[in-house]
């Protein structure tokens, strides 16, 4: 690279993908530090301060190191990063098959369009649904990932909501995943077949596999 600029990276690691449309298939992920909001039900908060700053050759030479075309971009809150699209546009010219994890609270039309987005629109639990950028919502595209987590039966009802406000029942890739050990997947799963919900319900399969161990 003829300018090489750093990206602030808390960890590289390969892993099964345990959300959205890749689940199941082996990952890089990297995973960026910081991230300016505190969702009540995050669980790489440690990713807050935890970061070291990367030179962006260096992390395409990590990721090399792995047998897969498959990488996850995530945080912490990837967009925060003053040079993420640079980094974003290394691992395309790479030609890896790229997603990127962002909270919906960070305008997200600079993304690369090759880039698969999955968006998280925070609910009330979360405690920070002020904060959502709606307008994201008119920028995801068909190949893209909107994402609800889901706490209790008002997230889920807000979550409806929002999904007919927006004209998005008929997206292909919405998904409603419960949190992990708050609400149990059955009952998520009865609410959706109740209501004929054009969702994915989307159980995070890595921590079934792992709990919550780092780097997994």
Known sequence: MKDDPNVSI???????????KNSGKPTIFIRTAGCPFD????????AFTEG??????KIISSVKKYDTKYITVTGGE?????????????????????????????????IPKEIEIVMDVKTPSSKESDKNILKNLKIIDNKDVIKFVIGSKEDYEWSKNILAKNNLQSHPNIYFSPVHEKLKPSQIASWILDDSLNVTLQL?????????ERGR
């Not at 808390?10 to 959205?20: K, L, M, P, R, W």
């Not at 995070?204 to 919550?212: A, F, S, T, V």
């Open 204 to 212: 995070q399969i890595h921590k079934y596999i792992w709990g919550n």
């Open 78 to 110: 990837p967009l925060v990063q003053k040079n993420i699209y640079t980094l974003l546009n290394e691992l395309i010219k790479n030609s890896y098959n790229v997603s990127i994890e962002t909270s919906g609270l960070i305008d997200i039309d600079n």
């Open 52 to 57: 070291k700053q990367t030179k962006i050759s």
């Open 39 to 46: 969702c009540s039900y995050c669980d790489t908060d440690y």
């Open 10 to 20: 808390n960890e590289i690691f390969y892993s099964i993908q345990g959300e959205a």
